[in-house]
């Protein structure tokens, strides 16, 4: 039976302050823990078994899951002290291994078709097979470079910028048979993207890549943090349930608050008169005084945003105080419980 296993270790550096409280893997993407998509993509291939690969803050993650079954799968465990790379984790799972796997990062957010990779990955005989998906800005991922027939031919973990040839990168995303587990030397750190995959390319292993055309982006850094929930909100990555604004739309137009469609608010927030707000998510409980305008921007649970306030393309923590008149300006991070004082421009 094939079971899924979703890297969810990692530090979340790039993603600091956002994922200093929060891990990674459970960071509110459009109000909801990120894992929950990543669940629910594997849940539509009807796989069932997930399990879960911890190191940083993994409590956190565990009171949310626990044993899977309000998400209808079956969830277990795996935690590394000290994190053992992403291949080291996989053969960490060893003991839970038993067939073939769905291995997927635990940062991106796609709505690629799993079945049909599964259905590749057997078609071709394959040992391991990876998605790639084409991007914009190649460097700072994997690159693959693939033959005509889908074999991998190079794999480069983010290669130095001068040597990026192409612009088709690993997904994040693979199906692997158990027997890699042999490949990965155990007791040490090892990376699929630095060890594994490379050298399975050029030892001519049966490596496939599965080239994706769907929607894709990683949550690795505030911005492309940001790119993702826009992702979500537009309905530009086919989410089967997407989550609709739950904010009451009576009294808007008396109170000249305008607030678009795409917008997502959580229902318990409350929005005061000659409030903008434009491409925008808010979590619960946050407050929107009189004349504030909120543009491309995503603003976690419980905060208060003053009058007059202006924030644009910024991403807003837990429990922050915008001061009246304050200015966020775009490309603004702000952790948990900062405070912004008043007509203050950051
Ligand atoms: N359990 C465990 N242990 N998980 C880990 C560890 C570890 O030691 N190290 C990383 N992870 C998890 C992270 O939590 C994340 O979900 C995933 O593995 C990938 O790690 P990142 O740190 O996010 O790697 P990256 O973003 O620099 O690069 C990876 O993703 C790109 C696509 O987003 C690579 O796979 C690239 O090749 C790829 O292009
Ligand atoms: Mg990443």
Not at 31 to 44: A, G, H, M, S, T
Not at 47 to 59: A, D, N
Not at 119 to 142: C, D, I, Q
């Amino acid at each position: 039976m094939v079971k899924a296993l979703i890297l969810a270790g990692g530090k979340g550096a790039r993603l600091r302050p956002l994922a200093l409280h929060v891990p990674k893997p459970i960071v509110p993407l459009a109000n909801i823990p990120f894992l929950f998509y990543q669940i629910d993509r594997v849940k539509r291939a009807a796989i069932t078994e997930v399990v879960l690969s911890l190191s940083y803050q993994p409590r956190k993650i565990i009171d949310i899951f626990g044993d899977g079954m309000p998400f209808g799968v079956t969830m277990r465990y795996t935690h590394e002290d000290l994190p053992l790379g992403t291949a080291g984790a996989f053969k960490a799972a060893e003991n839970l291994i038993d067939d073939t796997m769905i291995v997927l990062n635990g940062d991106v957010l796609t709505d690629i078709d799993l079945t049909d990779l599964l259905r590749f990955h057997r078609e071709k005989g394959a040992e391991a097979t990876l998605a790639t998906v084409r991007v914009m800005n190649p460097s700072g991922y994997g690159l693959v470079e693939a033959r005509a027939d889908g074999r991998v031919a190079r794999f480069t973990e983010k290669p130095p910028e001068d040597d990026v040839t192409g612009d088709t990168i690993n997904a994040g995303i693979y199906v692997l048979e158990r027997s890699v587990l042999a490949r990965i030397p155990a007791g040490s750190a090892q990376s699929f993207e630095r060890d594994l995959f490379p050298l399975m390319a050029q030892e001519g292993a049966a490596i496939y890549a599965y080239h994706t055309q769907g929607f894709w982006q990683d949550i690795g850094s505030p911005a492309k943090y940001l790119d993702a929930s826009f992702g979500v909100i537009s309905g530009r990555v086919k989410l089967p349930r997407y989550p609709h604004n739950s904010c009451l739309q009576n009294d808007w137009e008396k109170a000249r608050i305008t607030i678009d469609d795409i917008s997502m608010l959580d229902g318990k927030c409350v929005v005061k008169p000659g409030v903008s707000i434009e491409n925008s998510v808010l979590g619960e409980g946050c407050r929107i005084e009189e004349g504030a305008r909120i543009k491309d921007s995503v603003i976690w649970s419980g905060t208060r945003v003053l009058p007059s306030a202006r924030i644009e393309r910024s991403i807003v923590g837990r429990q922050c105080y915008i001061g009246e008149g304050a200015r966020l300006r775009p490309g603004t991070v702000l952790g948990d419980k900062s405070s912004v004082s008043d007509f203050s421009v950051i």
